[in-house]
Structure formats: C-alpha cells, structure tokens
C-alpha cells in the first residue's frame, strides 16, 4: 500500500495563493512587507525592539539553535532496545530522536505565505485552541510579528473534522501550491509507505486458529511525537491573524511523514519480536494488534510488553483505546471474530457504500474527489469481500491524467456497469464473511467439470449435470465466450453448496484461464461474464482462480455439449437422473 498526502484530495478546497509582493491580498502587517524586501542583514532598530528574535542580532543558525526540539522518546532507550537491528537504521532513528529528523526537501526555500483554507478561516476559535494547545506543549512556535526565518514557507492550514462531535483534525496543507510547495519538494521515494494491512491480521489469525485471543493498544498522537531538526523549521511555516508560526513536530500533511512513522513503528515491531519473542503482531502506523492461541496468556503479554516498552522509551499510549485479550476486535475499522472466523464491515459503512453508489450511478460525469471518495470506501469494503477488487479497477483508471479534485471525468459505460455490480452485491450483504481456509478445491475433487462446442453447452458438479444448446444470440460468438459461459453457469447454480470455499477451475483454454484470474477483458461481452462470475462470488464468498491443464478433456461434460444426453446417461448412470433447472434469465448474455 502506498500513501502519499494530498490534503486538496481530502478537504476539496483550492488555497489562495498570496505572497508578500502583492500587500492588497493579504491580512499582514505592511511593515512586514518592508522587512522582507530588505536586505536580510540590514534590519531597522525599530523591528529589532518589536522582535524578540531578530534577524539582525542573530545569524539564522543561531536562530534556530534558539528552537529546541521536542519529543517524548528518549533516544539513548530507544538505541538501547535497537541492539541488533541494522545499523544504519538504528543510527537514523536515534540520531532523528536527538537532533531532530531532517525532511528530504530539495526544492526552492524561500520567503512566502498561503491563505488559510475555508475550513480553518471559518472555525478561528478551533484553529487558535489547536494552535496555543501546540505552542503549549512546546511542539510549534510562535506568535512572531515578523518571519522568524528569512525563508520561512507559510503554507495553509485546515482543518478536518473527526468522529467525535466538535473535534478537529489539524492539517498543514504542505502541497500547495501545486507545482511549488513543500512536498513537490521531496522526492517521490520518501513519500511511499508499504504497510500492513487486514489481510496480515487475517493470515495471523489462520496460523493461531479459531478462538485466537485479539488485543491491541494505539500510539497516542504519533506523527507529533516525532521532531523536526531546526534546519528545517522553515519549511513548516504557517501564519493566523497576521502572525507567523512553525510546526516543530511531524505535521499531518507532509508527504514524508506516514514514510518516516513508518519506519519508527517498524523498528518497534522488530525489538518486540526480538526481545519480547511476540510472534503474534501486526501494525500499521500508530495501530497495533496482538495475537495468541487461546486459554493461554502469549497475548496478553504481548500487549503488556509492548506497553511497558513505550513506557520505558517514552513513547505515549493512548490507554483509552487498548483491548485487553478478546475474541472479537475491531482492528483497522474492520471486525475480526476469532471464534466465528469472521469479518464484518459496520452497517454505517455498508450505508455510506450505497448513498455513495447510488449518488453517481446515473451522472454522465464525476469530479476527481467525488470518485476518490468512492474508490477508498469500496477499496474498505474490499478488505472484507476480496472479489470485490474486480470492480475497482476500471473506477481507479478513470482517476489517471487528472490532477484537481474538481475536474471531471466523463463515466464509460464499463465503469457504469462496475458501479452497478456493486450495488447488486451491496444490497443483498449483511456486512458478514467467513474467513476462508487456505484450502483450494480442485475441478477433479469436485468434480466440477464445463464444456462448450459450436452447438451446446453442459457441466457437472458431483452428481448434478447440467446442458443446453445455443439461441441465435450465440452463434456468431467467440469460442472463448462460450467456453466461460458454461464455468459462470456452474458457479451461479451451485453457488449455495460451494459457499464459504476456495475453487480452482482446470481449463485448456489459455485464454479462459487467463479471463478468470485477470478478471476482466477489452471484450464487453466478456465483462458481462465475468461481471456474472464475480457477482456470485462476492454474494458466496468464495474466491476462485484457474489453472491451465493442456489437453485436459473430461469425456461427460464433452457429451453434454454435444447434446448427446442418451451416451452421457448410458455411461455415467451415477449421476442424477434429471438435469439441473436452468432458468431464462441464466441463458442471457
């Protein structure tokens, strides 16, 4: 997974841009304007009296010697509990937590301010008790008269609202502005993040088995955890009510940030695995999650490890939201039952899915943030219904090549009949799906066999059959069609026996194969089979994939596309006497 900030993605807005050149623009004080256009040097006695730090007393390294950094951590217990680990990794990280952690920034420093976006401009109680909360705790600076540094990069703030009531999200909008800001400043490489994921707790939990007990614990304000070394205080600039500031910390909107706590929570990953013998962990950021066999107490030392190791080296847990040993957890937003092996999504993110379906399924366009929006709450969902990825990838395509969050995107008709696939699977889930074992269930032990030639059709499931011929709709089509209708066909009549499984198909044809495991095709009549085939195994739960088998011929289902039914039934008597109902709408494309 890779994540990169975008605050205009999340918030929507466009920032102003405005700089001291243009004073008509902006709600700073005119003498400011003059400090700025001065040489840096030659500063007036009049603003040295005004400003506690002036630039004339002091040189800029001086300057920001004068900021100490701030962090919890204590770097010497943290070198301490990294003996064995990589060496230039255990440098970074207690060097980072001594001396502040230098941003990746090799773009243009110099001098400039940034309106603040409307969330913040319109909530200036919230954003000055954030900002004294910050100043308080020692993790920003400020208020100055004057830029505190002859570089300093104001960029905007905003702020987002959490789940509480009343409670905001600050957010250092460090991409704008676009082309220029703070994060087009830092290379690419430091602004992904591999994490894990559900699907690391899900193979966990496999592994220890039903009953697992499930704990976990979060770290409390991580990113501002984290300082910034004073030669890059600059870059993190911001203004409120015509005084200057900067984050001193980690901000929520820097493009490296997620990269570097990162690597902080993996090297504590690491010392519990290493020191504490903790095999049952996953993390993701600031969340971890323990695991241990039941009726046993490997969890509940885990998480206690854990907590007494942040206690030994500062790091704060937010003791409110620790689990103590359960079989049932909520990790990642996600509800894990260890004893039912099942996940479930909440009903509100079931309803959220659906009003955001059904909003755009019948407009002609949608902006970039409308479909971002509904690419990252089905992408949720897909933690829960992995088939669901199919009908995700046409969605994110349509995002390629556009930049604003406002700009549109004219919806295909492939894109529309994703859309529709998902609200026929959504309507009918409850939120609910077993975890399935890793144990794939061949054609051969199923005797899950299909067929198709130029005038029929049949398949056998253990001793169901099933056949027909082609309607004048098929006859003119591919033999790859008619191969993979017959395998959706199989899939939609004994879906309620094969629920709840993993299916490898055995097929001949390359092409099939490769239609089943891609899940998609440039041919529309194709998709509309496939679009079938996912369909069922999204409202089943099952996963499938196929394998190519050359040559492989299965005499029965052979007879059964050639509508010869007297030899099928002469042969193999075994089988049911009559065949398998196949309803009118099944034999449409």
């Known amino acids: 997974m890779t994540t990169t900030t975008n605050l205009a993605d999340v918030q929507g807005e ?13 709600h700073i004080r005119k003498e400011t304007v003059t400090l700025i256009n001065r040489n840096n040097s030659q500063q007036t006695q009049t603003h040295s009296k005004q400003q506690p730090h002036s630039l004339e007393q002091k040189s800029q390294q001086q300057l920001r010697n004068n900021f100490q950094i701030k962090t919890p951590i204590k770097a010497e217990k943290l070198q301490f509990w990294l003996r064995g680990y990589k060496d230039s990794y255990k440098e970074y990280l207690t060097n980072g937590f001594k001396f502040g952690f230098k941003i990746p920034f090799i773009g ?4 400039r301010v940034h309106k603040n976006l409307n969330s913040a401009r319109g909530n200036p109680k919230v954003l000055n008790e954030i900002i004294n909360s910050e100043i308080s705790k020692g993790r920003a600076e400020g208020p100055f008269e004057f830029p505190p540094f002859p570089h300093l990069q104001c960029s905007p703030l905003g702020l987002v609202p959490k789940k509480e009531p009343g409670i905001f999200r600050l957010i250092h909008h460090l991409s704008y502005p676009e082309g ?21 707790a899900v193979v966990l939990l496999k592994q220890i088995g039903k009953g697992a007990l499930m704990a976990k614990t979060d770290i409390a304000e991580a990113f501002k955890n984290v300082p910034i070394h004073p030669s890059d205080f600059e870059l993190l600039g911001f203004s409120f009510q015509n005084k200057f500031y900067f984050d001193k910390t980690l901000p929520f909107g820097l493009s490296f940030s997620c990269n570097l706590f990162e690597r902080f929570s993996k090297a504590l990953h690491w010392v519990m695995e290493n ?27 885990a998480l206690f490890g854990f907590i007494s190791l942040c206690n030994d080296i500062g790091v704060p847990i937010k003791h409110e939201k620790t689990v103590e040993p359960v079989t049932r957890i909520t990790f990642l937003g996600i509800e894990i039952d260890s004893v039912k092996f099942e996940l479930r999504l909440p009903q509100d993110k079931i309803t959220k899915i659906t009003d955001s379906l059904k909003r755009v399924q019948n407009k002609r366009k949608v902006t970039l943030q409308e479909l971002q929006s509904l690419i990252g709450l089905l992408n949720f969902a897909c933690s829960v219904v992995i088939p669901g ?43 609910k799906a077993l975890i399935l074992e890793d144990k794939w269930y061949t054609s051969s032990h199923l005797n899950l066999h299909t067929d198709a030639s130029n005038i029929g059709f049949g398949g056998t499931f253990q001793t169901q059959w099933f ?38 198909f055995f097929s001949d044809n390359m092409a099939v194969v490769h239609i089943i495991n891609k899940q998609t095709s440039k041919d529309p009549v194709i998709m509309k089979l496939v679009r079938r085939l996912v369909i069922t195994a999204l ?30 039934r002469d042969r193999f008597p075994q089988m049911n006497q009559l065949p398998t109902n196949i309803s009118t709408e099944m034999l449409k494309i």
């Open 180 to 200: 220029a800001s703070v994060n087009d400043g830092i290379p690419q490489q430091f602004c992904t993040v591999k994490y894990q994921s559900i699907e690391d």
């Open 275 to 301: 020191y504490f013998q903790t095999a049952g962990c996953v993390h993701v950021l600031d969340d971890f999650l323990f695991m241990g066999p039941p009726s046993t107490n490997k969890c509940s030392k």
């Open 108 to 111: 243009s420093r110099s001098f």
């Open 539 to 568: 409202k089943h739960n099952i996963l499938f994939k196929a394998t190519h088998i050359p040559g492989t011929t299965n005499i029965a289902s052979d007879k059964l596309a050639r509508l010869q039914i007297k030899e099928f």
């Open 389 to 431: 990825r199919t009908f995700l990838r046409r969605l994110i395509d349509l995002t390629r090549g556009i930049q604003k969050p406002h700009h549109f995107r004219r919806l295909n008709s492939e894109a529309r009949a994703d859309i529709q696939a998902w609200l026929i699977f959504i309507k009918h889930f409850n939120g």
């Open 467 to 504: 056949y027909g011929s082609w309607n004048y709709e098929w006859t003119d089509l591919h033999i790859t069609v008619k191969e993979l209708f017959p395998i959706v066909l199989a899939l939609e009549l004994y879906s309620h026996i094969i629920e709840n499984n993993c299916i490898e």
């Open 14 to 26: 466009t920032a102003n841009s405005h700089t001291f050149a243009n004073t008509a623009e902006v």
